[in-house]
């Protein structure tokens, strides 16, 4: 069970780091736009926080230049690297290829159970169902994580599943539950998986009785 943070947003990464918490950093094309940065300096800092497993994703129409690009990210930030490549035919010629080299990749844009089998022939390290795309579009998300967990489960699959566009501290819980091995969170909902308004009323009465 591992927490990744899902952000581009470095301060709010060195300040979640700093728990000791957090495994691992994923990043899409939205989320770095979104921080209104230079992508290459955006990755250089998350990995300077001490971040090991930073998801990057590369673009591409062909698996050739998927892999172009992914060896060029490799290059640039070695193994810290995962190397994140959407779930189309091009997606997963690219992902063979690179799997078979070393390199850990991520499937992202992953939304049926086929596609998860694709993802694990393909050699992934993390494939990434994206639950609240699913539902957005009254899809069950979380079902579907379940059924990746039961079909890798008992196969013997190694590709880890990676709960991906969770928005909510309960979804956390439930995607851990049915055999999701990582979730990746935006930064809010870290904050909110550690508070709860009886801890805080708690604490207020606690600290009013150490000083009475
Ligand atoms: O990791 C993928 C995730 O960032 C997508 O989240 O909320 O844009 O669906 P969301």
């Known amino acids: 069970m591992k927490l990744f943070l899902d952000t581009a947003i470095v301060s ?88 078979n080299i070393g390199l850990r990749v991520n499937m992202t844009l992953v939304f049926t159970v086929s596609q998860s089998i694709l993802c694990s022939l393909a050699g992934a390290t993390y494939v990434s169902p994206f639950i609240g795309r699913m539902d957005d579009n009254s899809l069950d998300g979380i079902k579907l994580i379940n059924d990746i967990s039961n079909i890798y489960a008992s196969n013997g699959v190694k590709t880890k599943v990676l709960a991906a566009s969770v928005r909510d501290v309960q979804s956390v819980g439930v995607a851990f539950g049915v055999g999701a091995d990582i979730c990746t969170i935006p930064p809010k909902v870290f904050d909110d998986m550690a508070s709860h308004v009886l801890t805080d009323k708690g604490l207020e009465q606690f600290n009013r009785d150490f000083l009475a």
């Open 12 to 99: 709010d990464i060195e300040e979640r780091v700093s728990t000791g918490l957090i495994d691992g950093i994923t990043t899409n094309p939205t989320l770095i736009r979104k921080s209104g940065r230079d992508p290459w300096k955006v990755y250089t800092d998350i990995i300077e926080l001490g971040v090991e497993d930073l998801s990057i994703e590369v673009n591409g129409e062909s698996s050739k230049e998927l892999i172009e690009n992914a060896v060029c990210v490799n290059k640039n930030y070695g193994n810290v690297a995962t190397i994140k490549l959407p779930c189309t035919i091009e997606g997963l010629k690219a992902c063979k290829y690179l799997s």
